[in-house]
C-alpha cells in the first residue's frame, strides 16, 4: 500500500485519502501556483497507526525516508546542510476540515547546528533563533504534550525585564536565551530532551499527528459536527518558507469575499515579519488585507488574482492561507470559507448569477436550520459573553427577546396595554385560557411541557420567542416569584429568553435583527422550483396565514379551529355551549360561534387565493375552555347565570383524568354533533358567500384523532349532509373534500380501509409519536432530556421523527392508503413537519406536503427541495 503522494501527484478529488488540506495543496500545484514543495501521509497511514497499536510502522518511516530524499532532489535542500538547510512544517488535514482541532508543529529541521547555518545563509541571525524558539515551543506542546503557557510565560516575562511592547523587539541575544530556557523547560517539565536528529523530529511530529486525532477536543468536535470517527487525519509535510524573515515577509489569510456578509470582496488580515500563528494568536494586531495593496501592490495583485482563479476554480468562497518571504508570494491552504448563514445565502445566490454552480449545488449549500437564524433576532454575541445562564429549558421558537416578567396572562396583558412594557410570561405551563397574554408576550416561558406542549405550539405559530420545561425554574403563582437555586425572579424583573438555544438569563441583553432580504427570497424560489413536496402552514388566523404567504406557503395544511375561540367573548361562547344542559341550551351559543366562525373562514378563504386550506374540526377536549381557578369561576358562573357551586361540579364532571387520551377529536363529533355541524355550515357559508363574490374556494374539511373506518365513515356522514342540506338550501355547489388525521396507531394499521372513506390523509405526528411511545406529550420534559443524554433515544421524537417506530407507522399508512387509492394526498401537519431530517424521511415515503408554523417554512422549503437532490 502506498502511503505518501507528493502534492504534484494529488488532485482535489482525492479528500478521503489525502484529507481536505492534502488535496488542496495538491490541487494548486496542478494549477502550477506557487506553493512551496511537500508531500502528504496518507490516511490510511493514519489507519495503519492505529491498528499498528499507534505506532509508525517500519513500512512507512521507509517511505518517509524516500520521500524526504526526493524533496531534496526537488528543493536543493536537506536537512542540517550547512549552505541550504531543509526546513518543514508537518500539519494534520482530515477528508472533513476540523479548524484548529489538530495539530500543527512548523520548522522542524532545525537543530543547534543547523540554526547557525540558517542564520548564516540567511544573513539574519535573530530569525533563526525565533525560528527555533518556535518550533522548540510546538513540538514540546504538541510531542509532549507540555502546556503552551508554560513557554508563553518565558516570552512575556523576557518582555517584561526588557519593557517591550512587542515579540519584535526581542534581540538575538534574548531569543538565545528564551531557546536555551525552553530546553530547561522540556527537562522540567517533562523530562526530556529535545531531538536534535531532524528525521528524528519528524517521525514524533507524524506520530503526534495522528495520535491528535484521538484528543479530547477533536473528538468533541466530531461529535458536535457528525464527523465520523472513522475518517482518520492526514499529514502534509512542507517545505518552510518563512514569513518572519524581515520586513520583506509576511503572513496572513484571506477570504474570497466576506464571510460575514458574503459581499464579493476580498477579505482578510495580514502581518509582516510573522509566522501564521502570530495572525491566529492574537499576540500583534494584524493589518487589514487592504493596506498590503499600498506596501507591496505587486504581491497584492498576484494574491488578487490568484484568488479569484481559486474561486472559480472551486466554484465557492475560498478561505486561503498566504506567506510572503523576501518578497515572494506562497500559497499554503486553501478551502472553502467558513461563513455566516446570510453570507451563505448571499454567496450562493451570487455564485449562480456568476454562472459558477447551478439553482441545485446553491441550495444544496444552505443548512436548512441556519435560515431560521435569518428569520429572528439574536442576542448580540458581546451581549452574551460573560453573561450567566439563568436556567436551560426546551428551544421551543427561535428568537431572543427581554422583558419585563409576569405569571398571569392578565397581569402580563394589563402591563403591556397600560403602562407599555415588554413583557415575558412566565407560567409552569399554558393553556387556551393564557392567549391574550401571549399575544402581548415578547417570549413564553414554562417550567414544565415539551416541543408538543400548548406554550410550544402556540408560540411557533406566532412567531415569538418561546423556551418550555424550564424545569430549574420553581414557579409560585401565589407568591409571583420564579426561583432559581438562590436567584429569585420577582414579578416585573427583566429576563431575556434565546429561544433557539434555550438559555434564559437574568436582565435586558442587546439583540440584533432578523435579515429577510431579496437573496434569501431567490434561494427560496429556486428551492419551490425544485422540491417536489408542497410546504403548507399551519395557521389559525389570517394574519399567521398571511406571514405564511410572505414566505410563499402553498396553502393551509392545518387550522386548528380550537385556537379561534381564545378570544373572550368566544370563549364565554364556547362555555355557555359546554355548560348547556341539553342540545337545546347549545343552540344559542351555537349560533353566535358560527357567526364569528363564519367570519373567520371567510377572512382566511379570501386570502387563499387559489390555495389550498384545510381546516380541522374541534378537537381538544371540552374542559380546557372552561375557567380553572376560583376568581374565573366566579365571574363565569356571574356571565351565564349559574352558581358557582354547579358550575364547579359541571367542570369536575367533565375533568379527565388524561385529556389527550380522553373525550376529543371526533370523539366530539359522536357526542357532540351540533358542534361539527356548526363548524362545516360555517366553513361552507363562506365558501359559498366567497364563490358567489367570484372566488373559487374548494373547502379540505379534516377530521382529527380518527381511529377507523366506521368511526370516520359515522363523522363523514355528519358533515356532509350538513353540507348538502346547506347547498339545497340556497342552491349552490360547491367542491369539498373530507379527509382524517393520522394520529392514532390503528389508524395506521387500517389506512387501507380508512382510504375508502378519506379524500386525504394528514399525518398528526405529534399524537401519533405520543400514542406511538406512550409519552404523554405535555410531560415528556421531566425525563427526555436524560433519555438523550443517556443515548436512549437519539433525540427528542418529538422534534425529529422516530423513523424506526413512528416512520414504519408512517410508512405502512401510506403504502396501504395508496392501495386504496392510488393518487391519495398525504401530508404531515405535527411539528416535525417543519424539520429537515425529518423532511428527508418524508421524501422518501413519498408524503405529498408538509405543513409547519408559518417561520418554519423557509426552513421547510430548502429542505424539501435538499430532500430531492
Ligand atoms: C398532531 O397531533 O400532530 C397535530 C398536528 O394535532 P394537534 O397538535 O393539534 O393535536
Ligand atoms: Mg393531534
Redesign the pocket.
Known amino acids: 500500500m502506498r502511503q505518501i503522494y507528493f502534492f504534484s501527484e494529488g488532485n482535489k478529488d482525492m479528500r478521503d485519502l489525502l484529507g481536505g488540506k492534502g488535496a488542496n495543496l495538491a490541487e494548486m500545484t496542478r494549477l502550477n501556483l506557487p506553493v512551496p514543495h511537500g508531500f502528504t501521509i496518507t490516511t490510511e497511514a493514519c489507519h495503519s497507526y492505529q491498528q499498528n497499536s499507534h505506532q509508525l510502522s517500519e513500512a512507512l518511516k521507509l517511505e518517509i525516508d524516500h520521500a524526504l530524499d526526493r524533496l531534496s532532489a526537488s528543493t536543493g535542500k536537506k536537512f542540517e546542510d550547512e549552505s541550504n538547510p531543509l526546513l518543514i512544517s508537518v500539519r494534520s488535514g482530515a477528508a472533513i476540515s476540523m479548524p484548529g482541532m489538530m495539530d500543527t508543529i512548523l520548522n522542524i529541521g532545525l537543530n543547534d547546528r543547523s540554526v547557525i547555518a540558517l542564520a548564516k545563509v540567511t544573513d539574519n541571525e535573530r530569525f533563526a533563533y525565533d525560528s527555533y524558539r518556535r518550533l522548540l515551543a510546538m513540538f514540546g506542546n504538541v510531542v509532549y504534550g507540555i502546556n503552551e503557557d508554560t513557554f508563553d510565560n518565558v516570552l512575556t516575562e523576557t518582555k517584561k525585564a526588557h519593557n517591550y511592547q512587542s515579540d519584535l523587539e526581542l534581540t538575538t541575544a534574548d531569543l538565545k536565551n528564551i531557546v536555551t530556557r525552553f530546553k530547561e523547560i522540556y527537562q522540567n517539565e517533562a523530562n526530556k530532551v529535545f531531538p536534535q536528529d531532524p528525521k528524528e523530529q519528524l517521525l514524533s511530529a507524524v506520530d503526534s499527528v495522528f495520535s491528535s486525532w484521538d484528543n479530547n477536543r477533536a473528538r468533541v468536535y466530531r461529535r458536535q459536527n457528525d464527523i465520523p470517527e472513522t475518517l482518520g487525519t492526514a499529514v502534509n509535510v512542507q517545505t518552510m518558507v518563512f514569513g518572519n524573515a524581515g520586513e520583506d515577509s509576511g503572513t496572513g489569510v484571506a477570504f474570497t469575499r466576506n464571510p460575514a456578509t458574503g459581499e464579493k470582496k476580498l477579505f482578510g488580515e495580514y502581518l509582516l515579519n510573522a509566522q501564521g500563528e502570530d495572525v491566529v494568536s492574537g499576540v500583534r494586531t494584524p493589518e487589514s488585507i487592504e493596506t498590503l495593496r499600498a506596501s507591496m501592490p505587486e504581491i497584492y495583485d498576484q494574491f488578487a488574482k490568484i484568488a479569484e482563479k481559486l474561486e472559480t476554480h472551486y466554484r465557492d468562497m475560498q478561505d486561503l492561507e498566504f506567506t510572503i518571504e523576501h518578497g515572494k508570494l506562497y500559497l499554503l491552504q486553501a478551502r472553502a470559507g467558513k461563513r455566516t448563514p446570510a453570507a451563505a445565502v448571499k454567496v450562493a445566490v451570487d455564485l449562480v448569477n456568476e454562472n459558477l454552480i447551478n439553482k441545485e449545488t446553491a441550495i444544496k449549500r444552505i443548512k436548512p436550520e441556519s435560515i431560521s437564524a435569518m428569520l429572528h433576532s439574536e442576542f448580540a454575541h458581546k451581549a452574551l459573553e460573560r453573561q450567566h445562564i439563568l436556567a436551560t429549558g426546551l428551544p421551543a421558537s427561535p428568537g431572543a427577546a427581554s422583558g419585563q416578567v409576569y405569571f398571569t396572562a392578565e397581569t402580563a396583558k394589563n402591563a403591556h396595554d397600560e403602562q407599555h412594557q415588554k413583557v415575558v410570561l412566565l407560567r409552569q405551563d399554558t393553556s387556551p385560557e393564557d392567549i391574550e397574554g401571549m399575544v402581548v408576550s415578547e417570549a413564553i416561558v414554562t417550567s414544565r411541557g415539551g416541543m408538543?406542549s400548548h406554550a410550544a405550539?402556540v408560540a411557533r405559530g406566532m412567531g415569538s420567542t418561546g423556551v418550555v420545561g424550564a424545569h430549574a425554574l420553581q414557579v409560585s403563582y401565589a407568591n409571583k416569584t420564579a426561583t432559581v437555586d438562590d436567584t429569585v425572579i420577582h414579578e416585573g424583573d427583566w429576563i431575556s429568553v434565546d429561544g433557539t438555544s434555550g438559555h434564559l438569563y437574568l436582565g435586558q441583553l442587546d439583540t440584533t435583527e432578523a435579515n429577510i432580504n431579496d437573496d434569501l427570497s431567490t434561494l427560496l424560489e429556486w428551492a419551490k422550483e425544485i422540491s417536489r413536496m408542497g410546504v403548507y402552514t399551519?395557521a389559525d388566523t389570517p394574519a399567521d396565514f398571511q406571514r405564511a404567504l410572505d414566505f410563499d406557503a402553498d396553502g393551509i395544511g392545518?387550522t386548528?379551529t380550537?385556537h379561534m375561540f381564545f378570544k373572550p367573548e368566544r370563549l364565554l361562547q364556547m362555555r355557555r355551549l359546554i355548560l348547556a344542559k341539553d342540545a337545546d341550551g347549545r343552540k344559542d351559543p351555537l349560533a353566535k360561534i358560527l357567526a364569528l366562525q363564519q367570519q373567520d373562514f371567510y377572512e382566511i378563504y379570501k386570502l387563499s387565493a387559489g390555495k389550498s386550506v384545510t381546516v380541522?374540526l374541534l378537537?381538544?377536549p371540552l374542559h380546557e375552555f372552561l375557567p380553572h381557578d376560583d376568581k374565573e369561576i366566579k365571574l363565569v358562573a356571574e356571565e351565564i347565570n349559574t352558581t358557582v357551586d354547579a358550575l364547579k361540579a359541571r367542570i369536575d364532571s367533565l375533568k379527565e383524568l388524561n385529556p389527550?387520551l380522553g373525550h376529543r377529536?371526533d370523539r366530539l363529533a359522536v357526542t357532540y354533533p351540533d358542534i361539527y355541524q356548526m363548524q362545516v355550515t360555517a366553513i361552507t357559508n363562506a365558501a359559498i358567500k366567497l364563490n358567489q363574490e367570484g372566488y373559487d374556494i374548494k373547502p379540505h374539511i379534516m377530521i382529527?384523532?380518527t381511529n377507523s373506518k366506521t368511526e370516520m365513515k359515522w363523522v363523514r356522514d355528519v358533515v356532509e349532509q350538513t353540507i348538502r342540506k346547506i347547498l339545497i338550501d340556497n342552491d349552490a355547489t360547491l367542491e369539498y373534500k373530507i379527509g382524517t388525521?393520522m394520529?392514532m396507531p390503528r389508524a395506521c394499521v387500517t389506512a387501507d380501509k380508512i382510504a375508502e372513506v378519506s379524500d386525504f390523509f394528514?399525518?398528526?405526528?405529534?399524537?401519533?409519536?405520543?400514542l406511538t411511545f406512550g409519552y404523554s406529550?405535555d410531560d415528556v420534559g421531566s425525563f427526555m432530556p436524560e433519555y438523550i443524554a443517556q443515548g436512549i433515544l437519539p433525540n427528542d421524537p418529538f422534534q425529529t421523527v422516530d423513523t424506526e417506530g413512528v416512520g414504519e407507522l408512517m410508512r405502512m399508512a401510506v403504502d396501504r392508503g395508496r392501495q386504496t387509492n392510488s393518487k391519495l394526498p398525504i401530508g404531515?401537519?405535527?411539528?416535525?413537519?417543519g424539520d429537515p431530517k425529518s423532511i428527508r424521511f418524508f421524501e422518501k415515503i413519498g408524503i405529498s406536503y408538509v405543513?409547519c408554523s408559518p417561520f418554519r417554512i423557509p426552513v421547510a422549503r430548502i429542505a424539501a427541495a435538499q430532500a430531492t437532490l
Open positions: 408538543t405550539v399551519n392545518l386548528r380550537e380541522r378537537d381538544p389527550m377529536g382529527p384523532l388525521m394520529e394528514s399525518f398528526g405526528t405529534n399524537d401519533l409519536t405520543q406529550r404531515v401537519c405535527g411539528e416535525v413537519g405543513s
